[in-house]
């Protein structure tokens, strides 16, 4: 793609990063499904609290991805094959360190983790059963993200979906091998996990070189694969250890008022908390489909940023979010009209239903608006604007809760109030940086 985007190609790369998206809860539903059938309210429990812990844990160093992705965009725009490599190559280097660290502090972080949530004692037991066998596979997660970043900055789209179906197709498969047909429960669709992840972090190593020394072989010039010195450039990495290090307190603020709103919530009773749950819930979805166009734009930026091509980046820009509005308005729309039937479909407890029924418009709006925030964060992923990302993540978080000291004694409503106004402050935060990204395009 030479020329500047049109919102077709947008389209083409978009899906099937959005299917990959909503592949991804099967994993959950099956191990569900496989102790529902062969285990205990125990077993359940545990895969519920492992697979919350595992969740915080990998999410936090999601950096990995979205780092890898800016840089790698970027050098694509530029030219320079031989810094896309050396980009892959630092970002597996720190994932290994990371996951290593991991596996040498897997104790200590249980005995930080578990007792936060005040299982039960069978259920901590079940769970930490299935945290210290899955957690071998923490390497191999982490190398998962650096090469989707590598696969994301080089819009291989289609990539993104055939290892991600692959990773679910496999995982499925050893986890009702494993935990249902030979019985080995909890612990064998933890053992199911850690070999799915292993086995597809070494396919996608194998993609990522063959896609790499297809490029490098069709350079004018013969240069090295990567080499230790480009690995080790002192500027260069310095950059990466920055961008990643913002992303990641941007990732702990973004947690931080999720945890807030649920925490809040509970307050409220039994029932609004689970109806603020199944309202999340058609959120997340629509964080599917918006976090497709966000990852385009990531690799658009990046390759217009590397480019240094201002007018490439305004047309991606008003493109990227034409199209993401249009699409989380539309999903708003269905959130509201077709009598909540999703709604229904997630729950049979009238009480929390009737709930949900009441502030599903409340969430329809939040959708609606929430498109620029996850836009915007594509942008500056791109141009690998970490600080900016960490700042604004910050300002929104106190502005989040400050609307919810002004409005809590509006109740539940005054919380989803405060949760919109907190998704609309992380964009309009990020919105203020944008003229600085234009003008460095500019000279």
């Not at 915080?56 to 800016?70: A, D, E, H």
């Not at 923490?138 to 789209?157: D, E, H, Q």
């Not at 990466?240 to 509970?266: E, M, P, V």
Request: with cysteine.
């Amino acid at each position: 793609m030479n020329a500047a985007p049109t919102r077709r190609e947008i389209l083409k790369l978009a899906w099937p990063i959005i299917l990959a998206n909503m592949a991804t809860p099967l994993l959950g539903l099956t191990d569900t499904a496989v102790i529902g059938n062969v285990g205990t309210e125990v077993d359940l429990g545990a895969i519920a609290l492992g697979s919350v812990i595992f969740g915080f844990v990998f999410w936090t160093f999601g950096f990995l991805r979205m780092g890898t992705t800016g840089f790698v965009a970027q050098a694509d725009g530029a030219g320079d094959e031989l810094e896309i490599r050396l980009s892959l190559g630092r970002a597996l280097v720190l994932a290994l360190l990371i996951g290593i660290a991991i596996l040498a502090l897997q104790a200590p972080i249980s005995w930080l983790l578990f007792p936060l949530f005040d299982a039960s004692d069978a259920v901590d037991a079940t769970a930490k059963s299935y945290f210290f066998i899955r957690i071998w596979g923490a390497p191999a997660t982490l190398a998962s993200y650096a090469l989707m970043g590598l696969f994301v900055g080089l819009r291989k789209s289609r990539h993104i979906l055939a290892l991600q179906a692959l990773l679910n197709g496999l995982n499925i498969a050893l986890d009702v091998y494993l935990g249902g047909v030979l019985g080995w429960g909890v612990i064998g669709i933890a053992w199911g996990t850690v070999l799915s992840e292993w086995i597809v972090a070494g396919i996608s190593l194998a993609v990522a070189l063959q896609i790499l020394k297809r490029h490098q072989r069709q350079q004018p010039e013969p240069t090295p694969f990567w080499t230790w010195r480009g690995l080790c450039e002192s500027r260069r990495l310095l950059a990466a250890i920055s961008a990643n290090r913002d992303i990641l307190l941007r990732t702990l603020f973004l947690l931080i008022g999720f945890g807030w709103f649920t925490r809040q919530g509970a307050q409220f009773g039994d029932e609004a908390l689970a109806a603020n749950h199944i309202l999340l819930q058609l959120i997340m979805f629509s964080a599917f489909f918006l976090d497709g166009f966000a990852f385009v734009t990531e690799s658009l930026v990046g390759k217009a940023v590397g480019r240094k091509n201002l007018a490439e980046f305004d047309r991606v820009l008003r493109l990227s979010i034409e199209l993401s509005g249009l699409t989380a308005l539309s999903l708003a729309v269905l959130t509201l009209f077709p009598g909540g039937w999703a709604i229904r479909a997630l729950s049979d407890n009238a009480v929390v239903v009737e709930l949900a029924l009441d502030y599903r418009y409340l969430a329809a709006v939040y959708m609606a608006l929430s498109f620029a925030a996850y836009q915007l964060d594509g942008v500056f992923v791109g141009a690998t604007k970490g600080a900016a990302m960490r700042d604004a993540s910050l300002i929104s978080l106190l502005i989040y809760l400050a609307s919810w000291w002004m409005l809590k004694g509006d109740g539940n409503a005054g919380l989803w109030a405060a949760f919109t106004i907190y998704i609309v402050a992380r964009a309009v935060a990020l919105a203020v940086h944008l003229p600085g990204i234009r003008r460095s395009l500019s000279r």
